[in-house]
């Protein structure tokens, strides 16, 4: 299902129009998400909505760390000391086939949108990705000039 909009809206319209019972989301961490899991969170249990999290970020999960995630050593080292031997939860088992659409409420998978649907100017967005790739171009070049100044300068004071 595609819907564009703010997360707090669209989920809490789409879990009424199907009446569910529940919403299954993956937990994330950065502070704008979890933001936005709060207000979810909170405007589903206005609805009578459960929200579910899993945990995926990592590939290790969090209650399977040998530690609490405040003594999480500093280093890589550290940390794969304290991790190697512990063991990776398997993944789910994969669905043979997508249940479809909800069978609950009269819903539209919707359309994905274009740039202008999501208010972007294609030629804005176009300008900004080859002033990117003249960057990336630039920055390799001079990359290639400074090894080959390097190399003959090096191989001038060798003879």
């Known amino acids: 299902m595609v819907r564009v909009g703010r997360p707090e809206t669209v ?3 789409l879990a009424k ?10 937990r994330e961490v950065s502070h704008d998400e979890v933001k936005a899991e709060e ?12 929200v579910k999290y899993f945990w995926g970020s990592t590939l290790y999960h969090l209650d399977d760390l040998p530690f609490k995630l405040e ?4 280093n890589y080292g ?10 990776i939860r398997k993944t789910i088992e994969t669905l043979d086939q997508l249940k479809g659409l909800p069978s609950r409420g009269d819903v539209e998978p919707g ?10 100017n ?3 967005v176009q300008l900004k990705l080859s002033f990117c790739y003249a960057f990336v171009c630039f920055d390799y070049v001079i990359d290639v000039v400074i090894v080959h100044c390097f190399f003959l300068l090096s191989f001038k004071f060798l003879f």
């Open 11 to 13: 989920l809490v319209e």
């Open 17 to 26: 129009a199907i009446g569910a019972d529940a919403v299954y989301a993956h």
């Open 39 to 50: 207000k979810i969170e909170e405007l589903m249990k206005d609805e009578g909505v459960e």
């Open 71 to 74: 003594d999480m050593p500093s």
């Open 78 to 87: 550290g940390f794969k000391e304290k991790v190697q031997g512990l063991e």
């Open 111 to 120: 359309d994905i949108p274009n740039l202008l649907d999501l208010g972007l």
């Open 122 to 124: 294609p030629a804005q």
